[in-house]
Nanobody, 123 residues
């Protein structure tokens, strides 16, 4: 069982940056690949980024590639999402998720989800 708690969301002006954190409980965090997803109001949840269990490989949605960076610190049981050059269209609730099945883009591959953190980008 893994419990995930996101933090770091908030209100930021367009062009600004935020770093989201996702803290995981349990001693098996390093066994899980981790992903970030987001859901804007009235839209479906979508894949943002994923990282393998050891941080050796990362994957991004085309819409955020070069703008967002996913990383992890297994010693701290934490995964991060650095978001730069934020745009109003990045406004959404951001969720982290954990999977034993390798870094994936499909929501169905993830076994555990956090409650989400709101990111609002003003124009």
């Amino acid at each position: 069982q893994v419990q995930l708690v996101e933090s770091g969301g908030g209100l930021v002006q367009a062009g600004g940056s935020l770093r989201l954190s996702c803290a995981a409980s349990g001693r098996t965090f390093s066994l899980y690949a981790m992903g970030w997803f987001r859901q804007a109001l009235g839209k479906e949840r979508e894949f943002v980024a994923a990282i393998t269990w050891n941080g050796g490989s990362t994957y991004y949605a085309g819409s955020v590639k070069g703008q967002f960076t996913i990383s992890r610190d297994n010693a701290k049981n934490t995964v991060y999402l650095q978001m730069n050059s934020l745009k109003p269209e990045d406004t959404a609730v951001y969720y982290c998720a954990a999977t034993m099945w390798g870094a994936a883009q499909a929501m169905g591959a993830y076994d555990y989800w956090g409650q989400g953190t709101q990111v609002t980008v003003s124009s």
